[in-house]
C-alpha cells in the first residue's frame, strides 16, 4: 500500500519561508514524477512544482522562488518555499506516479492528505 504523508506546513509571515517533506512509502518512484499541487478555499487545485529524472519543473507563479527537491534513500521530496506571499496560502497536497504532462493532476496515482500553508500579510 502506497503512502504519502505531508509534513512542514504551519503559518508565516510574507517574506518567510517554509520547507514541506513528503515522505513516500510502499513503492519508489524513481522512474515516475513526484510533485506538489496547491488549493486555496474556493479555488482549483493547482500545480506547483513536480521532480521527475529530468530535474524540476514549477509553474510560474513560484518559480524563483519554491525549489523542490528528492532524497532517493529516503524516498522523500521536499518543497523549499522563500519569499512567500499571502496569495500561497493553500493547502498543499503532495502526489506521485506521473509518466508525463507533470502539470497535470490527473496523471499522478498517488495523493497525499495534505497540509496547510497560510501565508500572512
Known amino acids: 500500500q502506497v503512502q504519502l504523508v505531508e509534513s512542514g506546513g504551519g503559518l508565516v509571515q510574507a517574506g518567510g519561508s517554509l520547507r514541506l517533506s513528503c515522505a513516500a512509502s510502499?513503492?519508489?518512484?524513481?522512474?515516475?514524477?513526484m510533485g506538489w499541487f496547491r488549493q486555496a478555499p474556493g479555488k482549483e487545485r493547482e500545480f506547483v512544482a513536480a521532480?521527475?529524472?529530468?530535474?524540476?519543473v514549477y509553474a510560474d507563479s513560484v518559480k524563483g522562488r519554491f525549489t523542490i527537491s528528492g532524497d532517493k534513500v529516503k524516498n522523500t521530496v521536499y518543497l523549499q518555499m522563500n519569499s512567500l506571499k499571502p496569495e500561497d496560502t493553500a493547502v498543499y497536497y503532495c502526489a506521485a506516479g506521473a509518466s508525463y504532462n507533470y502539470r497535470d493532476s490527473a496523471r499522478y496515482a498517488y495523493w497525499g492528505q495534505g497540509t496547510q500553508v497560510t501565508v500572512s500579510s
Open positions: 510502499g513503492r519508489t518512484f524513481s522512474s515516475a514524477a
Open positions: 521532480i521527475s529524472w529530468v530535474g524540476g
